[in-house]
């Protein structure tokens, strides 16, 4: 149950827009389409961003979008806003009917 | 709305025990397989154990396998991790998670999660 690789921080200028990496293997990203995407502000419970590798919650911002290709996926935030400023993490299920998240990535809007 | 109340939490002894609890409403909560998720002061989310809506099926990470143990009682819409043998690395926000479920069947995302509690593991 190793967890899945990420970089540990990104960041970027409002307006623009980021790619954050989930990195796994076929046992997990690879293997399924249970790739999900959380924010998390310090001190305040995770939120879900994207589920099933694309698809956006109710209420999530269209300016929010996942993807994946082989045993990789990949969040992209466009038209970056200070309230975006968070740790952002990815996690799948797993062939152990287990489920892993990655290292976690810090983002920062300059 | 949905809501998740997680008690249990506090200040313990290495090697000491808690039982965890997590109350929902707002769903059918026999019918969703309930998360534990924890996180280390300043790290990252670790996934704990899940338990099936019918308690039938149960899977933990290998870090706590043999010494915590998830269970439900659907009646009490209830949700338990009971945490044995605990060591200072145990030391996080526990939270409890709903899975997501959508046209009947689970998608293995959490849609909702409660406040967290704390759980200090120390002498």
């Known amino acids: 149950q190793s967890a899945l690789t990420q970089p540990a921080s990104v960041s970027g200028s409002p307006g623009q827009s980021i790619t954050i990496s989930c990195t796994g293997t076929r046992s997990d990203v690879g293997g399924y389409n249970y790739v999900s995407w959380y924010q998390n502000h310090p001190g305040k419970a995770p939120k879900l961003m994207i589920c099933e590798v694309s698809n956006r919650p109710s209420g999530v911002s269209n300016r929010f979008s996942g993807s994946k290709s082989g045993n990789t996926a990949s969040l992209t935030i466009s038209g970056l806003q200070a309230e975006d400023e968070a740790d952002y993490y990815c996690s799948s299920y797993t062939s152990s009917s287990t489920w892993v998240f990655g290292g976690g990535t810090k983002l920062t809007v300059l | 709305q949905v809501q998740l109340v997680e008690s249990g939490g506090g200040v313990v002894q290495p090697g000491r025990s808690l039982r965890l609890s997590c109350t929902a409403s707002?769903?059918?909560?026999?019918?969703?397989?309930m998360h534990w998720v924890r996180q280390a002061p300043g790290k990252g989310l670790e996934w704990v154990a899940v338990i099936t809506y019918n308690g039938s099926n149960k899977y933990y990470a290998d870090s706590v396998k043999g010494r915590f143990t998830i269970s439900r009682d659907n009646s009490k819409n209830t949700v338990y991790l009971q945490v044995n043998s605990l060591r200072p690395e145990d030391t996080a926000v526990y939270y409890c998670?709903?899975?997501?479920?959508?046209?009947?069947?689970?998608?293995?995302?959490?849609?909702?999660w409660g406040q967290g509690m704390l759980v200090t593991v120390s002498s």
């Open positions: 707002g769903f059918t909560f026999s019918h969703i397989s």
């Open positions: 998670a709903r899975e997501g479920v959508r046209d009947g069947y689970h998608k293995g995302f959490f849609d909702y």
